[in-house]
């Protein structure tokens, strides 16, 4: 009888993705701010351009956060999570130390890309200056 063998592959499978929707919401909210510092990224020229480029690629963007990754190292990151319509953008205070506020955007762009894998979004905030310095960040 194959029946017990499909109810337990359905429930297993039922159980796992509640777990992974539970963590995802979780992580970012709850565990992640255990171990860095997350802050509003201040009014100022770099928020405004972040929500200009969030506006134009239609991404919901709804927080900016800025996390404190130089107490652990010096690498540079900048990442997007959230669900629906309550998105955030996380860009490490490395990646700000390092590089100008005309930088930044095309690196949050090419993250955006990498997550959309999309040309749209080249066409609006890339140049070759900005394209070269990306990869020289790493």
Do not use: M
């Not at 796992?16 to 909210?29: A, F, G, M």
């Not at 080249?122 to 020289?136: E, P, V």
Request: hydrophobic share 45%; glycine share 2%; with cysteine.
């Amino acid at each position: 009888n194959k029946h017990p063998f499909y109810f337990l592959f359905w429930t297993l499978l039922f159980a796992e993705l509640n777990l992974t929707i539970i963590l995802l919401q979780l992580y970012p909210n709850v565990i992640a701010p255990w171990f860095n510092k997350f802050t509003p990224v201040p009014e100022g020229e770099l928020r405004d351009k972040i929500f200009a480029l969030a506006q134009r690629v239609d991404f919901p963007l709804t927080q900016l956060f800025v996390v404190d990754g130089s107490t652990r190292s010096a690498h540079s990151n900048a990442y997007f999570y959230g669900f629906f319509k309550n998105k955030r953008i996380v860009v490490y205070d490395t990646l700000i130390n390092q590089v100008s506020t005309d930088e930044i955007i095309p690196i949050i762009g090419k993250v955006w890309q990498c997550l959309t894998n999309s040309l749209v979004v080249n066409k609006y905030c890339f140049n070759s200056s900005a394209r070269t310095r990306t990869l020289q960040v790493r």
